[in-house]
């Protein structure tokens, strides 16, 4: 079931929305060589907490921490850890999302440690720019396939690949709702979309081939052929004049 929000509740939710993405940015100005993941879910937490809101990540079907942060080849889902240091060079991408007042917001970007070489570089754009062209397609009468097949068809172009074995989808007063919203897929096809859906679109992109493999912790997801890979991921809301992103930073 499709459940279409109100104004009001869309208020609500963008609330959730807004601490999503203060606590994407502010994790995101920690990053620097030298930093472990844990003190960077250490920080998300507490920014997210400090907001009166709840980590939805923390113990979602297990999960252990606020944030999935994930280096280089890994594509999502990376536990935070004491031992993993951010090195320069390195690429980190940040998922987290944050539940106020029962409603739920989610967002992740890819941040470069340092200097990064030209390719890592390019990847990160075109993965940031895959999620724009995707937002855009996201409007009343189109349908779920336009935004799969813009994201597909922009990194494709650009000769990357989107990863098949995770989707985005439907958030609202849960993390996870229906409809699944693939980074791949055909214009024209799927349901359409209406006023009051809200969607967390999430374009996970690798440099080499789409397959991924999870690691044994049974969380950590990594590209099979070791290639770079990296992830943006915005809240958006669809609203008769279109779409609206609703995981901006305060
Ligand atoms: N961030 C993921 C998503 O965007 C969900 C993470 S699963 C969790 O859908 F268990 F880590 F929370
Ligand atoms: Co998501």
């Given at each position: 079931m499709i459940v279409l929000k109100t104004s009001r509740e869309l208020s609500l939710m963008k609330e959730a929305c807004v601490i999503s993405a203060g606590?994407?940015?502010?994790?995101g100005l920690a990053i620097e060589p030298g930093?472990?993941?844990?003190?960077?879910?250490?920080?998300?937490?507490?920014y997210i907490r400090s907001k009166g809101a709840v980590p939805n990540f923390k113990g979602y079907q297990g999960y252990p921490a606020t944030a999935c942060i994930s280096i280089n080849n890994e594509v999502i889902h990376g536990i935070p850890s004491k031992k993993r240091?951010?090195?320069?060079?390195?690429?980190?991408s940040i998922d987290l999302g944050a539940e106020y007042m029962g409603y739920h917001g989610d967002n992740a970007a890819t941040f470069a440690v340092g200097d990064?070489?030209?390719e890592a570089k390019r990847l990160m754009d075109t993965t940031r720019e895959s999620l724009y062209a995707g937002i855009k397609a996201a409007c009343p009468g189109n349908r779920i396939g336009d935004i799969s097949?813009?994201?597909?068809?922009?990194?494709?172009?650009r000769g990357y690949s989107v990863v098949r074995q995770f989707v985005g989808h439907g958030v609202g007063t849960h993390l996870h709702e229906e409809p699944e919203v693939p980074n791949f897929g055909k214009a024209g096809h799927g349901i359409r979309l209406m006023p009051g859906m809200t969607l967390a679109i999430e374009p996970m992109v690798n440099a080499g081939h789409y397959d991924v493999k999870?690691?044994?912790?049974g969380w950590t997801t990594v590209t099979k052929d070791g290639s770079l890979s990296?992830?943006?991921?915005?809240?958006?809301?669809?609203?008769?004049?279109?779409?609206?992103?609703?995981?901006v930073a305060p």
């Open positions: 606590a994407l940015k502010t994790v930093i472990t993941t844990a003190e960077l879910d250490r920080i998300a937490e507490e240091v951010l090195r320069e060079g390195d690429i980190v990064v070489s030209p097949n813009a994201v597909q068809s922009y990194v494709e172009a999870v690691l044994p912790d990296a992830h943006f991921e915005h809240t958006i809301a669809i609203t008769p004049d279109g779409p609206q992103i609703m995981t």
